[in-house]
């Protein structure tokens, strides 16, 4: 059984940096793309970063320059570096792996973890 695991949200003033981390736990034997994405009181769910397993990145528009997406392959964790905070990035943010869990699966499954708030507010 997989687990995803975030952690480093909170409450910030606009302008300031968080930190989040993901850690996939359990039965893994390959990652494929992670990704952090985000949902707001009322709307959708949205991607906000990904990352592919040999490093390429995307950005959502609203965070381009600001946040940063990495991961550490060998430790399956990934983080999301969020400076210059905005009160329109107050989201529970989500961690999102594709994983199998043996290397014999034919596909891999999509795996998310439980949420971290993040509030950006003065």
């Known amino acids: 059984q997989v687990q995803l695991v975030e952690s480093g949200g909170g409450l910030v003033q606009p302008g300031e940096s968080l930190r989040l981390s993901c850690a996939a736990s359990?039965?893994?034997?390959?990652?494929?793309?992670m990704g952090w994405y985000r949902q707001a009181p009322g709307k959708e769910r949205e991607l906000v970063a990904g990352i592919t397993s040999g490093g390429f990145t995307n950005y959502a528009d609203s965070v381009k320059g600001r946040f940063t997406i990495s991961r550490d392959n060998a430790k399956n964790t990934m983080l999301l570096q969020m400076n210059s905070l905005k009160p329109e990035d107050t989201a529970v943010y989500y961690c999102?792996?594709?994983?199998?869990?043996?290397?014999?699966?034919?596909?891999?499954?999509?795996?998310w973890g439980q949420g971290t708030q993040v509030t950006v507010s003065s």
């Open positions: 359990g039965s893994i034997a390959v990652v494929d793309a």
């Open positions: 999102n792996a594709d994983i199998k869990e043996s290397v014999w699966w034919p596909k891999y499954r999509h795996y």
